[in-house]
């Protein structure tokens, strides 16, 4: 897709900036600071922060784990992995390394101990007087889901969550990790916790897909374009497909991921975000509650998947052996601790619908899965067929309905395929896409998606976290079907080769309603 010239970036030349407004000074405590979460994204994007000049001098950075790591140790570590984790970064920004270590210390503590909060609570005061951190404070809960009730009392009773009176000024906000909860009533029960020490705005729930670019700009794509509103409705769109395909297996998570499966972990949070995203209507404002206001209606109308619907609506998959980019992987039940007769589902399709006045008889379809032929995430939105009459004359198979793109990774950028006559004697449509991507349109670096989010958390912007009824509506869709998995023989598994695009009962549940997945 042409971009004019100075691709939208105000004027020509200009770039635009990477925050609205400066970063406030604070204290950013990371519990969990030892661990894979911690090493291969947080501090990455903070260190990322840091080396393009963002983050003020009043910030410091406080690593809570058990391990016997000194301050010293502690940033020798984080050094070593960023250049495993983020070697380019390193590469171009080593030079920001001395400041960036200079904000961080270890805080050594067993969640458990009550004193290790009480030091950590000394420990803050005196960096708000030395420091100037301000008294802001933004906790970051990179630990096992399983701690999260005692870190979030620990937090309570220390004194450490709630602020003064009604006032944000200092600030003490709350990251939480994914998973939120295991089903709908785990769900309730955490808000339940975190609101009996925090306030809802305090909260800030992460789904790193909302930190996407792209999936940032379905919103602006939608809205800021006359062009696709009105056809953004049942009356010309005939399906709607989101797939997030990942190459990569269970990985060495197999002790989180056999109990969760792709269903919980992908579709409950990312898939259903990026649902909801396409299909809500336009907010009356980007104020992080209209925004949510609005996706959590779209949530609410999707009709829920139960009892023999499950059945004719949903796929569930394992993988087996096969081959990712020409190299034999091993089968889920043979990766590292994954039991032998495990029935966890590594792929799932889906198909909804939503029951509102926009989306009445659109069939939205879902599918998620690890070992996929091709790391892929995007959103087809499939047009219907233009009218009969020139139909089979312009094209003898028939004319390709109108698809746009939207391709959150890799590749990120969005695109149209239309219908254009080959040069020649004859009028014949053939399909041509009108593509654009972020590479050659903006020039410029997209933001990994935990930059974003942890510049949005300090600045208390929460428009790209989840609110609690939004969790709790996306876990209202999903906990019927892990029911009804419960109650019913898992299929034959492994269903799917590793490096293929999943079971074909999943291209059955689409042929079924006569569609076909746009596979690339
Ligand atoms: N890893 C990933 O790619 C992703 C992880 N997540 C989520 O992030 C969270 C963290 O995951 P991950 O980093 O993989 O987990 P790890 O198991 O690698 O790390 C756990 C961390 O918690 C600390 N910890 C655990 N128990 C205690 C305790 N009782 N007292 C003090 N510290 C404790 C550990 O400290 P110590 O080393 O001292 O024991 C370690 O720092 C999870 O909720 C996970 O689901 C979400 C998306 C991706
Ligand atoms: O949240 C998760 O996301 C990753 C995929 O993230 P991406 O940014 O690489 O697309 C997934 O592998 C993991 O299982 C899941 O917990």
């Known amino acids: 897709m042409a971009i004019n010239e100075n691709n939208g970036q105000g004027k020509p030349g200009e770039k635009p900036p990477l925050v609205e407004r400066p970063l406030p000074p604070c204290n950013i405590i990371i519990f969990g600071a030892t661990g894979d979460l911690t090493h291969r994204k947080l501090i990455p994007a903070l260190f990322s922060i840091e080396a393009q000049g963002l983050l003020p001098e009043h910030v410091k950075i406080i690593g809570f784990a058990r391990r016997d790591y000194s301050d010293q140790s502690y940033r020798d570590e984080l050094k070593a992995s960023l250049e495993e984790f983020a070697p380019d970064l390193w590469k171009e920004s080593q030079d920001a390394w001395p400041r960036f270590a200079h904000r961080v210390v270890f805080h050594r503590?067993?969640?458990?101990?009550?004193?290790?909060?009480?030091?950590?609570?000394?420990?803050?005061?005196?960096?708000?007087?030395?420091?100037?951190?301000g008294g802001n404070r933004l906790f970051y809960l990179a630990t096992p889901p399983s701690t999260y009730s005692t870190v979030i009392d620990q937090l309570g009773k220390a004194?450490?969550?709630?602020?003064?009176?009604?006032?944000?000024?200092p600030f003490i906000r709350i990251i939480v990790e994914k998973p939120f909860g295991?089903?709908?009533t785990t769900a309730r029960a955490l808000n339940t916790e975190l609101k009996s020490v925090f306030d809802e705005d305090q909260?800030?729930?992460?789904?790193?897909?909302?930190?996407?670019?792209?999936?940032?700009?379905?919103?602006?794509?939608?809205?800021?374009?006359a062009l696709f509103e009105p056809l953004w409705n049942g009356k010309y769109i005939d399906n709607v497909q989101v797939t997030v395909a990942e190459t990569v297996g269970v990985e060495q998570r197999a002790g989180y991921f056999d109990t969760a499966g792709e269903l919980r972990d992908m579709?409950?949070?990312?898939?259903?975000?990026?649902l909801s995203l396409v299909a809500m209507e336009p907010p009356n404002s980007l104020g992080a509650n209209d925004v949510r206001d609005e996706k959590v209606k779209v949530l609410r109308a999707i009709k829920p998947v139960v009892g023999k619907d499950c059945q004719e609506c949903v796929v569930r998959g394992q993988y087996g052996a096969g081959q990712i980019n020409g190299k034999d992987v091993p089968a889920y039940r043979d990766e590292p601790n994954v039991p032998k007769e495990s029935v966890t589902d590594s792929f799932v399709a889906l198909k909804m619908e939503i029951e509102n006045w926009r989306w009445s008889g659109v069939p939205f379809f879902i599918r998620a899965g690890k070992r996929m032929g091709q790391r892929l995430t995007e959103i087809n939105i499939v047009f219907k067929e233009i009218p009969p009459i020139l139909l089979k004359q312009l094209s003898p198979t028939g004319v390709e309905p109108n698809v746009i793109t939207i391709r959150v990774q890799p590749n990120e950028g969005i695109s149209m395929r239309l219908s254009a006559k080959?040069?020649?004697?004859?009028?014949?449509?053939?399909?041509?896409?009108?593509?654009?991507?972020y590479g050659t349109s903006f020039g410029q670096r997209i933001h990994d998606a935990y930059e974003r989010l942890l510049m949005d958390a300090m600045l208390g912007d929460a428009a790209l976290f989840t609110r609690d009824d939004e969790v709790e509506a996306e876990w209202g869709l999903i906990t019927p079907i892990l029911e009804a998995w419960k109650n019913t023989p898992a299929p034959d598994l492994p269903n799917y080769a590793a490096g293929t695009w999943g079971p074909e009962a999943a291209n059955k549940l689409v042929a079924d309603v006569g569609r076909k997945w746009l596979d690339r």
């Open 422 to 437: 080959p040069p020649g004697a004859q009028t014949r449509a053939v399909p041509v896409d009108m593509n654009f991507t």
């Open 267 to 274: 579709v409950q949070s990312h898939a259903l975000q990026i």
């Open 203 to 225: 909260i800030y729930r992460i789904d790193h897909y909302l930190g996407k670019e792209t999936v940032q700009n379905i919103f602006v794509f939608r809205f800021a374009n």
């Open 159 to 169: 004194g450490l969550a709630k602020r003064d009176g009604e006032t944000n000024n």
């Open 109 to 133: 503590s067993d969640f458990d101990n009550s004193q290790g909060f009480q030091w950590l609570k000394e420990r803050l005061d005196k960096f708000d007087e030395t420091e100037g951190t």
């Open 182 to 184: 295991s089903d709908l």
